[in-house]
């Protein structure tokens, strides 16, 4: 029998996906923000959340409580932050040992 898994999706992808554009010029400065890089940073930020799989994103808000939504939105930011940092302080590592 097959399925069609690809209605799967993890929740914080889209949110982490915006957060990582949202705050990217905010390090521009530090680091090559090349396509490559915003995937790593995401990829570090993705890593330290715990995963969230739906089908449907109004069938996952609607259980959501504003408290909730707060508390994810905020670790969110967290975990971008921290991978930023993350990339960067690797960034200039690996420029140092060139």
Known sequence: MAQDFSSLFNHHEREVFSTV???????AANVDLDADTL???????????????????????????????????A????????????VEARTALRARNV
């Open 39 to 73: 995937c790593d940073v995401a990829c570090v930020a993705l890593n330290r959340l715990p995963p969230r799989y739906i089908r449907h994103e109004v069938d996952f808000s609607f259980y959501l409580t504003e408290r909730e939504r707060q508390e994810i939105s």
């Open 21 to 27: 554009m949202e705050l990217a010029p905010n390090y």
């Open 75 to 86: 670790a969110v930011h967290e975990a971008v932050t921290y991978a930023f940092n993350f």
